[in-house]
């Protein structure tokens, strides 16, 4: 189909399309992976989330800021050799990266890769996931997007740093909530979350996160929406948050300077329905990058 062309309306995916700043504020890297436990073409998602962008604009009223204004780049899409895990390659190529990070994913098996991308030590590192789940499953079918969490426990880091907000009910085992609530990590239900607001939860763990300077990683695993607005998320449940929620949430993830990068996962277009999923991820990311740029406003 061919776009309709008007050059007062500006599409967000040739933005970032012709993104090519040499010293950007934002980088953009796609992640085509897929370990999941749920069979699934994650690995479509970054071309599927880029093509979504082009049915958004540049300009967001509410906060009177234009993407055209952002120093971004758009670096394409990770390459690797190494298919049984990847990690230590992805991590390498991250580590290069300028600017505020975005990981298009793939499953959330990149979230650790991710983290590590970001090249400080962990005990450094503040971890903040928006997920319907505690992604601490065992390593008895080794590492998949099940376990990303309790590995990154076991390379070292700390609980105390990992807080995760909507995990939702029938959506985890008792035997892994004790698990994660021994690690000492902070796991919050969608039901208290939403009695408190989630971008007051996101914005009370960033405030907390850079008091302690810590460099905040943010998983935004997109089955955290309600099943109804992300049918192309294999976890995605009845019970989740708005894409409005979701949306706020990501704008002030992208305007605290403790951000340093911020993935957007678990999305499969061979299931998805009316581009519902790889929407809401876009906008999600256009949310994002312009908390970015409003870092450049305060």
């Given at each position: 189909?061919?776009?309709?062309?008007?050059?007062?309306?500006?599409?967000?995916?040739?933005?970032?399309?012709?993104?090519s700043?040499?010293?950007?504020?934002?980088?953009?890297?796609?992640?085509?992976?897929?370990?999941?436990?749920?069979?699934?073409?994650?690995?479509?998602?970054?071309?599927?989330?880029?093509?979504?962008?082009?049915k958004?604009?540049?300009?967001?009223?509410?906060?009177?800021?234009?993407?055209?204004?952002?120093?971004?780049?758009?670096?394409?899409?990770?390459?690797?050799?190494?298919?049984?895990?990847?990690?230590?390659?992805?991590?390498?190529?991250?580590?290069?990266?300028?600017?505020?990070?975005?990981?298009?994913?793939?499953?959330?098996?990149?979230?650790?890769?991710?983290?590590?991308?970001?090249?400080?030590?962990?005990?450094?590192?503040?971890?903040?996931?928006?997920?319907?789940?505690?992604?601490?499953?065992?390593?008895?079918?080794?590492?998949?997007?099940g376990?990303?969490?309790?590995?990154?426990?076991?390379?070292?880091?700390?609980?105390?740093?990992?807080?995760?907000?909507?995990?939702?009910?029938?959506?985890?085992?008792?035997?892994?909530?004790?698990?994660?609530?021994?690690?000492?990590?902070t796991?919050?239900?969608?039901?208290?979350?939403?009695?408190?607001?989630l971008?007051?939860?996101?914005?009370?763990?960033?405030?907390?996160?850079?008091?302690?300077?810590?460099?905040?990683?943010?998983?935004?695993?997109?089955?955290?929406?309600?099943?109804?607005?992300?049918?192309?998320?294999?976890?995605?449940?009845?019970?989740?948050?708005?894409?409005?929620?979701?949306?706020?949430?990501?704008?002030?993830?992208?305007?605290?300077?403790?951000?340093?990068a911020?993935?957007?996962?678990?999305?499969?277009?061979?299931?998805?329905?009316?581009?519902?999923?790889?929407?809401?991820?876009?906008?999600?990311f256009?949310?994002?990058?312009?908390?970015?740029?409003?870092?450049?406003?305060?």
């Amino acid at each position: 189909m061919t776009l309709h062309r008007d050059a007062e309306w500006p599409r967000a995916g040739e933005w970032l399309a012709s993104a090519s700043a040499t010293n950007p504020a934002l980088t953009v890297v796609g992640v085509p992976f897929q370990r999941s436990i749920s069979p699934g073409r994650a690995d479509l998602a970054p071309a599927a989330i880029r093509d979504a962008l082009l049915k958004y604009s540049t300009y967001h009223p509410d906060h009177h800021l234009d993407l055209r204004d952002l120093a971004a780049l758009d670096a394409g899409d990770i390459a690797w050799t190494n298919d049984d895990d990847p990690s230590k390659e992805i991590a390498f190529a991250l580590r290069k990266a300028a600017g505020t990070l975005v990981l298009l994913g793939g499953d959330n098996f990149i979230t650790r890769p991710g983290v590590h991308g970001l090249g400080v030590p962990l005990e450094q590192v503040g971890l903040l996931t928006l997920d319907a789940h505690l992604d601490v499953r065992n390593f008895d079918a080794g590492l998949h997007n099940g376990n990303p969490i309790r590995a990154l426990m076991d390379d070292g880091l700390p609980g105390e740093n990992v807080v995760q907000l909507g995990l939702l009910p029938f959506a985890n085992s008792r035997e892994y909530w004790e698990y994660a609530r021994g690690q000492g990590i902070t796991s919050v239900t969608a039901n208290t979350v939403r009695e408190q607001g989630l971008a007051g939860c996101v914005q009370r763990t960033l405030d907390d996160f850079a008091a302690r300077g810590l460099t905040v990683y943010v998983n935004l695993d997109v089955d955290v929406l309600d099943r109804a607005f992300s049918p192309g998320t294999p976890g995605a449940r009845p019970g989740g948050f708005t894409p409005d929620e979701v949306a706020a949430a990501a704008f002030a993830c992208g305007r605290c300077t403790a951000v340093r990068a911020m993935d957007l996962v678990e999305i499969d277009p061979n299931t998805d329905q009316n581009g519902l999923s790889c929407l809401a991820a876009a906008r999600f990311f256009l949310e994002f990058a312009t908390g970015v740029l409003a870092r450049g406003e305060a």
